[in-house]
């Protein structure tokens, strides 16, 4: 049922008409759940109930669910119990005493247990235990990415709207075996794998969790400590379903998550999934729409080669040549020759006077970030140049 008006109803959601029109509807056909396309507020969740005398669930609290029925790991099931507590602790309302609604939150009883005050003081306190729960590892996660970044090894972030196709195109990445549905939200909790470039260099590629059109609040703040992960990474791939009618919608949803977790300056390659749904003029029509964008299907396995090829370009993956005059006697000189062993492919080393003169074929990221690491030692031990 689709009602167009100005603004809702602050009562009922619903104007007179259309709430009456439900309510025979809802009788005549034995309805015994509603669900409203929509975050309700706690008054119109309990007018709504009143009137239609079944249960109400509106967009938030259908999406909660889903997101508990996924959660596997144990910050998975803290964050969604965070979120589904948050969402409870203002919709708690009485009939006298006892409550009349205390369902569906993990961590809680059923209706009636206890008195209002004790059940929203006792939520609150385990909202409290969870927060500093996650804080915990939200922190764990931090120091991890620090390691990770001292490594100099990239981490790539699938994004992308829910049934996108992400965790497919992990699998693709990284040949692993992770759980792969064609249903909302199966990923919750954050993948992080290994992939080797043909070069042999590796990079990281992390799976989150799907985003969708007006996300919930309490989801952003509960899965923050997961979307952390995605500001962080060096690089995202957006992952769009290709076939889906709505396709720049879901985008936009996408981008504007992005900016709510303060992901969108990091270098992002769109990825259009699921290709071979799509006929071949479409798909001509696709490309030449979106040149930078990368037009691809994880499932039959297409482009993996192709994208691989644009992530390196996008990291600045790519080798240079790189020419190092240094003093091996010196300590930065030690430097120098140890980290162009160990991260380059050297074509010449020669000792002359005293001084070793190397050429080496080194990747361009990781050069800039050693010269900034090195950028006080004294010319006369360490000079290196790229051509």
Same mark, same amino acid.
């Given at each position: 049922?689709?009602?167009?008006?100005?603004?809702?109803?602050?009562?009922?959601?619903?104007?007179?008409?259309?709430?009456?029109?439900?309510?025979?509807?809802?009788?005549?056909?034995?309805?015994?759940?509603?669900?409203?396309?929509?975050?309700?507020?706690?008054?119109?969740?309990?007018?709504?109930?009143?009137?239609?005398?079944?249960?109400?669930?509106?967009?938030?609290?259908?999406?909660?669910?889903?997101?508990?029925?996924?959660?596997?790991?144990?910050?998975?099931?803290?964050?969604?119990?965070? #979120?589904?507590?948050?969402? @409870?602790?203002?919709? &708690? +309302? /009485?009939? *006298?005493? =006892?409550? !009349?609604?205390?369902?569906?939150?993990?961590?809680?009883?059923?209706?009636?247990?206890?008195?209002?005050?004790?059940?929203?003081?006792?939520?609150?306190?385990?909202?409290?235990?969870?927060?500093?729960?996650?804080?915990?590892?939200?922190?764990?996660?931090?120091?991890?990415?620090?390691?990770?970044?001292?490594?100099?090894?990239?981490?790539?972030?699938?994004?992308?709207?829910?049934? #996108?196709?992400?965790?497919? @195109?992990?699998?693709? &990445? +990284? /040949?692993? *075996?992770? =759980?792969? !549905?064609?249903?909302?939200?199966?990923?919750?909790?954050?993948?992080?794998?290994?992939?080797?470039?043909?070069?042999?260099?590796?990079?990281?590629?992390?799976?989150?969790?799907?985003?969708?059109?007006?996300?919930?609040?309490?989801?952003?703040?509960?899965?923050?400590?997961?979307?952390?992960?995605?500001?962080?990474?060096?690089?995202?791939?957006?992952?769009?379903?290709?076939?889906?009618?709505?396709?720049?919608?879901?985008?936009?949803?996408?981008?504007?998550?992005?900016?709510?977790?303060?992901?969108?300056?990091?270098?992002?390659?769109?990825?259009?999934?699921?290709?071979?749904?799509?006929?071949?003029?479409?798909?001509?029509?696709?490309?030449?729409?979106?040149?930078?964008?990368?037009?691809?299907?994880?499932?039959?396995?297409?482009?993996?080669?192709?994208?691989?090829?644009?992530?390196?370009?996008?990291?600045?993956?790519?080798?240079?040549?790189?020419?190092?005059?240094?003093?091996?006697?010196?300590?930065?000189?030690?430097?120098?020759?140890?980290?162009?062993?160990?991260?380059?492919?050297?074509?010449?080393?020669?000792?002359?006077?005293?001084?070793?003169?190397?050429?080496?074929?080194?990747?361009?990221?990781?050069?800039?970030?050693?010269?900034?690491?090195?950028?006080?030692?004294?010319?006369?031990?360490?000079?290196?140049?790229?051509?």
């Amino acid at each position: 049922m689709i009602q167009e008006r100005p603004r809702p109803d602050p009562a009922t959601f619903l104007g007179r008409g259309k709430l009456q029109e439900l309510v025979a509807a809802c009788d005549e056909q034995r309805i015994d759940l509603a669900v409203f396309d929509h975050e309700l507020t706690p008054t119109q969740l309990r007018h709504l109930e009143e009137a239609l005398r079944l249960r109400v669930i509106d967009r938030t609290q259908l999406i909660l669910d889903i997101f508990a029925k996924r959660a596997r790991t144990r910050e998975g099931q803290s964050q969604v119990e965070l #979120a589904q507590l948050q969402y @409870l602790l203002p919709r &708690l +309302t /009485g009939h *006298g005493t =006892e409550l !009349s609604r205390l369902g569906g939150g993990i961590g809680t009883r059923g209706p009636g247990e206890t008195k209002l005050e004790t059940d929203r003081r006792r939520i609150r306190r385990r909202i409290a235990t969870i927060a500093a729960g996650i804080k915990d590892i939200r922190e764990r996660r931090a120091r991890l990415r620090e390691r990770r970044q001292k490594s100099d090894v990239p981490t790539v972030a699938l994004v992308g709207y829910t049934n #996108a196709g992400k965790t497919t @195109l992990f699998n693709l &990445l +990284t /040949g692993e *075996g992770a =759980e792969a !549905s064609d249903a909302l939200f199966v990923t919750l909790d954050p993948l992080l794998r290994k992939v080797k470039l043909p070069d042999r260099r590796e990079l990281l590629v992390s799976d989150t969790v799907g985003f969708i059109d007006r996300l919930p609040h309490t989801l952003v703040a509960a899965f923050r400590g997961t979307l952390e992960e995605v500001r962080d990474a060096d690089a995202l791939l957006h992952v769009i379903d290709a076939s889906a009618e709505d396709r720049d919608r879901r985008v936009a949803a996408v981008r504007t998550v992005l900016n709510d977790v303060g992901a969108n300056e990091v270098p992002c390659i769109e990825v259009y999934n699921k290709a071979d749904k799509l006929g071949a003029e479409e798909r001509r029509r696709l490309a030449a729409a979106s040149p930078d964008a990368a037009v691809i299907s994880a499932l039959r396995g297409q482009g993996r080669t192709a994208l691989l090829e644009r992530v390196v370009g996008t990291l600045g993956l790519g080798t240079s040549r790189v020419t190092l005059r240094c003093d091996p006697d010196s300590e930065a000189g030690r430097r120098g020759m140890t980290w162009v062993y160990r991260h380059g492919r050297v074509v010449r080393h020669v000792n002359r006077a005293g001084r070793a003169h190397i050429d080496a074929d080194v990747p361009r990221r990781e050069f800039a970030a050693f010269c900034k690491k090195m950028s006080d030692a004294p010319r006369t031990a360490l000079s290196m140049r790229s051509a």
